[in-house]
T-cell receptor, first 114, second 113 residues
Framework: GENVEQHPSTLSVQEGDSAVIKCTYS??????FPWYKQELGKRPQLIID?????GEKKDQRIAVTLNKTAKHFSLHITETQPEDSAVYFC?????????????FGKGTHLIIQP | NAGVMQNPRHLVRRRGQEARLRCSPM?????VYWYRQLPEEGLKFMVY????????ESGMPKERFSAEFPKEGPSILRIQQVVRGDSAAYFC???????????FGPGTRLTVT
């Protein structure tokens, strides 16, 4: 089955700086890669996703890049703000014939230092 | 449009009792997924259901766990004879037909004493 590795486990950046979180996956059949943000005690919230037919997607301060050959994808957050502090999870899914269960990384605890 | 609903939000059970967790998907969503999250860990996929059908239960333990999504009413995750190791947050997510995005509910935090 699919295995998703996520690094780093903790990331501390100064407010206003950029943050990058990286994930690798093992199953070449995976073609859908979402990112979720989870605040303490809250539900995971979908913040951005990418399908394997594109290499990059951007939404305001958030961008995701995908390298299918190397089987890795990354989340980039620019101009970080205190409200970006949370745990971020990457995930992968093969979506053959439609949506499928997601395999998640272990998460990155992002800390924005004022 | 109400989001994914789960109840109860908190559930305390003694060892050996049954736990029943409910999930109502977003309006228009016909796919439901259950995930388990242990403290300080990521989410683990358990089961994927559509109305009256289990599509993929590869992540669900073979014993004591079952799930259903009836034609009418919420999806139910049932855990029989709970043990301390079942203590976790259980999240359900839903997605609309022909789309990949999954939207999560607030979770049920199960504590087994």
């Amino acid at each position: 089955g699919e295995n998703v590795e996520q690094h780093p486990s903790t990331l501390s950046v100064q407010e206003g700086d950029s943050a990058v979180i990286k994930c690798t996956y093992s199953d070449s059949a995976s073609n859908y890669f979402p990112w979720y943000k989870q605040e303490l005690g809250k539900r995971p919230q979908l913040i951005i996703d990418i399908r394997s037919n594109v290499g990059e997607k951007k939404d305001q301060r958030i961008a995701v890049t995908l390298n299918k050959t190397a089987k890795h994808f990354s989340l980039h957050i620019t101009e970080t703000q205190p409200e970006d502090s949370a745990v971020y999870f990457c995930a992968a899914s093969p979506t053959v014939g439609g949506a499928d269960g997601l395999t998640f990384g272990k998460g990155t605890h992002l800390i924005i230092q004022p | 449009n109400a989001g994914v609903m789960q109840n109860p939000r908190h559930l305390v059970r003694r060892r050996g009792q049954e736990a029943r967790l409910r999930c109502s998907p977003m309006k228009g969503h016909s796919h439901v997924y259950w995930y388990r999250q242990l403290p300080e860990e990521g989410l683990k996929f358990m089961v994927y259901l559509q109305k009256e059908n289990i599509i993929d239960e590869s992540g669900m333990p073979k014993e004591r766990f079952s799930a259903e999504f009836p034609k009418e009413g919420p999806s139910i995750l049932r855990i029989q004879q709970v043990v301390r190791g079942d203590s976790a947050a259980y999240f359900c997510a839903s997605s609309p037909p022909s789309r990949y995005e999954q939207y999560f509910g607030p979770g049920t935090r199960l504590t087994v004493t």
